[in-house]
């Protein structure tokens, strides 16, 4: 009886400085990323007579929620600014993904003239600073009559030029064959958009999913300048007017912006696995 034996060696790495090295820098850069995020919420859970101590807790050994309760009844508008917010960030983001996602098709993939020409020029346009067009949009908002409304804050920013040049690159490196596949199929130009091209476009889909909420999340100049009511205020507008005239209570600012702050850390981790690898595919054909 013939019997086989399998022997399996295992190899070990050499040890490597280098590799304790790298971790050692990975492991201090994570640790000051991150600093500034954990001192946010032991300040919003620590009581301003506490907060403001020097030196200061670095555990929160007086730990409480009267921050929040305190923020809670003291900013009555605050749930309002909530949801103006995720009404503000989730729809742009969609409009985003979509108007983005559509025209980088276009550009990536449908042949026209002068499209190489129009894409360069739009995206020159990046080198515009944004606050020169503010005066002009609010010229045009006001005319509208959309001032002191959330359209006001979301019409300027349905899509953006960074998320176009994002898209196409991604779309680029998809296979042209395809697309030819599925129009050999019967399908017209928005079911192979809708059936091929965003379900590819995925990873790319989700890293500017992420950059365009965060982004618009923390946003506080435009909706400053447009919003007047204290109910139509988003998350940093509103958490910016609770600092008092003469005194400054730490610990209602640091408890609304612990409370602002976790709805970006959620959708981070909902497309986190998406993240860095659309960012590092769409950067791979230019």
């Known amino acids: 009886m013939a019997q086989s034996i399998i022997k399996t060696s295992r190899t070990t790495r050499p040890f490597k400085w280098t590799t304790i090295g790298a971790w050692a820098v990975l492991i201090v850069a994570a640790v000051i990323a991150l600093w500034p995020m954990y001192w946010l919420f032991v300040t919003a859970i620590t009581p301003t007579t506490y907060a403001i101590k020097t030196p200061p807790d670095l555990i929160p050994v007086h730990a409480s929620l009267s921050n929040f309760q305190r923020l809670l009844s003291d900013a009555s508008d605050y749930l309002s600014w909530g949801k103006n917010s995720i009404v503000i960030a989730l729809t742009i983001t969609v409009f985003h993904i979509f108007f983005d996602t559509l ?16 894409f360069w020029i739009l995206v020159a346009t990046m080198m515009i600073p944004s606050y020169v067009t503010f005066i002009p949009l609010y010229v045009e908002t006001r005319n509208l009559g959309l001032l002191d409304t959330l359209l006001a804050v979301i019409l300027p920013g ?7 040049f994002l898209m196409r690159q991604f779309i680029q490196t998809l296979p042209t064959e395809l697309l030819e596949a599925a129009r050999m199929d019967g399908c017209g130009e928005l079911r192979v958009f809708w059936h091929v ?8 889909i989700g890293a500017l999913a992420i950059m365009v909420f965060v982004q618009h999340w923390n946003d506080f100049f435009w909706p400053l300048v447009v919003l007047q009511s204290s ?31 976790l709805p970006m850390i959620i959708f981070f981790m909902i497309f986190q696995r998406n993240f860095l690898s659309g960012v590092r595919m769409g950067a791979i054909k230019g």
């Not at 980088?104 to 993939?109: E, H, L, S, W």
């Open 231 to 261: 109910n139509n205020y988003t998350l940093p507008v509103g958490v910016a007017g609770l600092q008092g005239e003469f005194t400054t209570d730490y610990g209602i600012i640091f408890a609304g912006a612990a409370l602002a702050a």
């Open 103 to 118: 025209a980088g098709y276009a550009f990536a993939k449908k042949q026209f003239p002068g499209r190489d020409i129009l």
């Open 197 to 204: 091209i965003l379900p590819l476009s995925k990873p790319a």
């Open 158 to 164: 349905m899509a953006g030029v960074f998320g176009i």
